[in-house]
C-alpha cells in the first residue's frame, strides 16, 4: 500500500493549519504516522488521496449509521439545494424534525436545534444553570463533552489522547465550578452533593461513555443517577451525541429505561452534516430564549440542507427497527470473533460492545471507568492500529475513542475485519 499523497499534503498542510489538521483526533499523535487524507467515502469503505480503500469503522465519529454517501441522504440534500442553502428564518421542516426527535426521544418534550455537539452541551449547562440559579455542575472523568470551557477538565476523547485533559486557556473561575467524579460510583456522587447541597445546578455524563473507549454502565447505575437527582434537584443531562438513535432509536435512555430532565444529541441527527441539538422537559426548555431569559442562539442553526439531511435519517430510522437488529448482530459478531481469536493467541483483552458501538483494550481487566481504561497497553494499541490500517482497516486512531458500526458492513465485510484483526494481533504479539 503505498500512501505518499497523504504524506505530502499532511507535510504541506502543517504550513497553514495547527498539527495539521482541522481537529486533534485526526491526527495520528497516540499512534505514529501520518493521517490519511480522504478523497471520498461509499457504503463501508472510504479512500484515501492515493486510492487505496479502506474499510471504515469510524463513520465520521458516528454519524454515518447507514453507511457512507447514503443514496437516500445524499438525494435528500440534492434537492435541498436547488432552493438555497440557508435563510437564517423559520422553516417547515425544522418543525417537522423538532416533532420526530420529540416522538422518539423519551426525555424531549421541546428541542432547541444547534450546529454541534459542543454548542448542544455548552447550552444545556447554561439552561440548566438558568433554571435552578445555581452554579456548579458534575462531569465524569474522561467524558467528553465538546470543548466547551468548563468541560475541559479530565476531558476524554483527544483530549486525553493529545495529554491535555486540562486544556489551558481555561481560567480557574471557570474550573471552579465543574465538580468531577468516577463514572459507575455512586457513592462519589453522593459525596459531592452533600458537599455541595444546593449549590450543584446538573450532572452530565455519557451514559454509555465512548470517549474513554467504550464504557458500560453497571447495573443500577443509571437509575442510581436518576434517583439522586431527582432527590437533590439536580437537573440530569445525557449527553447522547454519540448513544443518541444509535444505541436504539430514543437512545441509552430508551435502553436502559432512565429518563434523564435534558438530552444532548448530535451526529446521525445531522445525517453527516453539522448538526447538534438539546431538549428536555417543557418548563425546562421554556427557559430558553426567546421563550425565556436564558440566551443561546445561531445564524446557521437549523440549516435547511442540514435538515433534509437529519430529516430523512430519522424519518428512516424510526420506520425501520430492522437497522437496530442488524447492528446489533454485526456488533456481537465483531466483538464475539475477536474475543475467540485473541483467547486463541492467549489474551483475554477487554472487549467492550454494546449494539453497533465497541472498543478493544490492551488488558485483561475490566474496563468500567477512566482509571481502569488507562490500564490499556496504548504502545500495543498503536501497533495494532497500524497492523489493522495496512490490511485496509480503518480504526480511530486512539485507545480512548469508540468504534462505531454501519448498517453497510455485510457478513463478508465482518470476515475481512477479522481476518486482519487475526493477522494483526498475530503480528504484534510475537
Ligand atoms: N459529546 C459527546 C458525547 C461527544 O462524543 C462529542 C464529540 N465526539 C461531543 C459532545 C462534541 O460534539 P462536536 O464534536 O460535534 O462538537
Not at 427557559?287 to 442553526?301: D, I, K, N, R
Request: charged fraction near 20%; aromatic fraction near 8%; proline fraction near 5%.
Amino acid at each position: 500500500m503505498q500512501i505518499s499523497e497523504s504524506k505530502r499534503l499532511f507535510a504541506h498542510a502543517k504550513n497553514f493549519i495547527p498539527g495539521g489538521v482541522n481537529s486533534p483526533v485526526r491526527a495520528f499523535r497516540a499512534v505514529g504516522g501520518d493521517p490519511i487524507f480522504i478523497k471520498r467515502a461509499d457504503g463501508a469503505f472510504i479512500y484515501d488521496e492515493d486510492d487505496n480503500a479502506y474499510i471504515e469503522l469510524i463513520n465520521s465519529w458516528g454519524p454515518m449509521i447507514l453507511g457512507h454517501n447514503h443514496p437516500m441522504i445524499r438525494e435528500a440534500v440534492i434537492a435541498a439545494m436547488d432552493n438555497g442553502t440557508s435563510f437564517g428564518a423559520p422553516t417547515a421542516r425544522e418543525v417537522e424534525i423538532a416533532e420526530l426527535i420529540v416522538s422518539m426521544v423519551p426525555s424531549v418534550e421541546k428541542v432547541r436545534m444547534v450546529n454541534s455537539g459542543t454548542e448542544a452541551t455548552m447550552s444545556a449547562i447554561r439552561v440548566a444553570r438558568g433554571y435552578t440559579g445555581r452554579d456548579k455542575f458534575i462531569k465524569m472523568e474522561g467524558h467528553y463533552h465538546g470543548h466547551g470551557d468548563s468541560f475541559l477538565i479530565a476531558a476524554g476523547s483527544g483530549a486525553i489522547t493529545m495529554g491535555h485533559p486540562d486544556s489551558p486557556g481555561v481560567t480557574e473561575g471557570t474550573a471552579k465550578d465543574t465538580l468531577l467524579a468516577p463514572y459507575n460510583d455512586l457513592e462519589a456522587i453522593e459525596r459531592l452533593v452533600e458537599a455541595n447541597r444546593g449549590e450543584i445546578a446538573a450532572l452530565i455524563l455519557e451514559p454509555v461513555p465512548g470517549n474513554m473507549g467504550l464504557t458500560l454502565p453497571l447495573p443500577g447505575y443509571l437509575a442510581g443517577l436518576r434517583e439522586i437527582c431527582t432527590r437533590e434537584g439536580i437537573i440530569l443531562i445525557f449527553d447522547e451525541v454519540m448513544t443518541g438513535f444509535r444505541l436504539a432509536k430514543g437512545g441509552a435512555q430508551e435502553l436502559f429505561g432512565v429518563t434523564p430532565d435534558m438530552t444532548t444529541l448530535g451526529k446521525i441527527i445531522g445525517g453527516g452534516m453539522p448538526v447538534g441539538a438539546y431538549g428536555g422537559k417543557k418548563e425546562i426548555m421554556e427557559f430558553v430564549s426567546p421563550a425565556g431569559p436564558v440566551y443561546q442562539a445561531g445564524t446557521l442553526s437549523g440549516n435547511p440542507i442540514a435538515m433534509a439531511a437529519g430529516l430523512t435519517m430519522l424519518n428512516y430510522l424510526n420506520s425501520h427497527p430492522e437497522v437496530y437488529t442488524r447492528l446489533n448482530e454485526i456488533g456481537m459478531q465483531i466483538a464475539s470473533g475477536m474475543a475467540s481469536i485473541n483467547h486463541r493467541f492467549g489474551h483475554d483483552f477487554t472487549i467492550n460492545q454494546l449494539g453497533s458501538m465497541y472498543s478493544l483494550f490492551f488488558t485483561e481487566d475490566a474496563v468500567t471507568d477512566f482509571e481502569s481504561a488507562k490500564k490499556s497497553d496504548t504502545l500495543l494499541f498503536g501497533k495494532y492500529f497500524q497492523a489493522m490500517l495496512h490490511r485496509g482497516i480503518y480504526l480511530a486512531p486512539s485507545q480512548y475513542e469508540s468504534l462505531f458500526l454501519s448498517t453497510a458492513l455485510t457478513d463478508d465485510l465482518v470476515g475481512k475485519i477479522l481476518q486482519a484483526h487475526e493477522e494483526s494481533i498475530k503480528e504484534i504479539l510475537s
